[in-house]
């Protein structure tokens, strides 16, 4: 018999971190429709975080309620470490992304292997003056949808960015794509997602 990963189901009243934080390795998380706040990190585990939409495109399916997650889900290491943690698999499925600042990712440094964002929604905001994470993580101010960044010294990574939908009006800042894969990426699978911004750019 296949072997059930480990089950949590998280509510908007629900401190996320601290699940995540005693979670098992392999375990998927659930969230309940509504809106959370705060940022996340991954502490080196493997993890399913699976909103209330998980498994539905925007593009092509009707979506029921959502999970709206107004934070980051950052993908920064242990302790600042900049170390890929081999064999760590994160997936996100499901999800509304609103607010400012990045939603997905890290701007200073990945140290998830293996990384799928999927049939999810953002609405873009603005670039946050001042991270509300630690000062070393406060690159995290500009507001992509996902971005990974690794050193340079780091084995390769896989991102996979899929059926997701982009809308609203970009940050005020030509550098902000809404979706950036830089350096050591092995693969990137970045396909069947809607970027529909009001200015009539692609921006990724």
């Known amino acids: 018999d296949a072997v059930l990963s480990p089950v949590k189901l998280v509510t908007p009243s629900t401190d996320i971190q601290k699940v995540i934080d005693t979670a098992e390795d392999g ?13 996340v990190t991954f502490g080196g585990k493997s993890l399913t975080l699976k909103g ?39 997936v996100i499925d499901g999800f509304k992304f609103t607010g400012n600042g990045l939603k997905v990712g890290d701007c200073n440094y990945n140290t998830v292997e293996n990384l799928t964002v999927q049939n999810c929604i953002m609405e873009t905001g ?18 992509h949808f996902v971005r990974v960044t690794n050193d340079p010294e780091q084995p390769y990574v896989t991102v996979v960015v899929k059926d997701n939908l982009v809308t609203g009006i970009p940050a005020s800042n030509g550098g902000i794509a809404n979706i950036m894969l830089l350096w050591n990426i ?19």
């Not at 375990?27 to 705060?38: E, K, M, N």
């Not at 670039?127 to 406060?138: C, F």
């Open 126 to 143: 603005a670039n946050l003056a001042a991270s509300n994470l630690s000062n070393v993580y406060a690159s995290n101010k500009f507001n």
């Open 27 to 39: 375990s998927t998380i659930y969230f309940a429709p509504g809106t959370y706040t705060g940022n």
């Open 52 to 90: 209330a939409n998980a498994g539905v495109n925007p593009n092509t399916e009707t979506r029921g309620e959502e999970s709206v997650i107004t934070g980051t889900f950052s993908t920064s290491g242990i302790n600042n470490s900049t170390q890929v943690v081999l064999g760590q698999t994160v």
């Open 186 to 204: 092995k693969s990137a699978n970045v396909n069947g997602n809607v970027i529909a911004l009001t200015d009539g750019n692609q921006h990724q």
